[in-house]
């Protein structure tokens, strides 16, 4: 069974850092890419990163490049998101979300698109305070 777990969330200011990990099991880590999506109240749900394992190749939306930084750890099947530079506008529930390699993979993954992701964790608060 594909399991995956967001954890890091919390209560930081503006201009702190935070770093969430996505834990994941059942599955073969490299053959899958990992994504971030984030979720405020009020608002659709927006990707925020995507990587393939495999790879290492990432995708970033606009509104955190050169802010947020993911990573990943295949020895634990363990991605993470570091976020830097923390602004109010980054609150929001963040979810990861996995999504075997496949023939749409690669534009589901640099469009950030959740529809493309099959497999979901609970999500992280993170709330960043003016």
């Known amino acids: 069974e594909v399991q995956l777990q967001a954890s890091g969330g919390g209560l930081v200011q503006a201009g702190e850092s935070l770093r969430l990990a996505c834990a994941t099991s059942?599955?073969?880590?490299?053959?899958?890419?990992i994504a971030w999506f984030r979720q405020a109240p009020g608002k659709e749900r927006e990707g925020v990163s995507c990587?393939?394992?495999?790879?290492?190749?990432?995708h970033y939306s606009n509104s955190v490049k050169g802010r947020f930084t993911m990573s990943s750890d295949n020895a634990k099947a363990t991605a993470h998101l570091q976020m830097d530079s923390l602004k109010p506008e980054d609150t929001a529930v963040y979810y990861c979300?996995?999504?075997?390699?496949?023939?749409?993979?690669?534009?589901?993954?640099?469009?950030?698109?959740?529809?493309?992701?099959?497999?979901w964790g609970k999500g992280t608060q993170v709330t960043v305070s003016s």
């Open positions: 979300a996995a999504q075997q390699l496949g023939y749409e993979t690669y534009e589901y993954c640099s469009g950030l698109m959740s529809s493309g992701m099959r497999h």
């Open positions: 059942g599955f073969t880590f490299d053959d899958y890419v």
């Open positions: 990587m393939s394992i495999f790879d290492g190749e990432t």
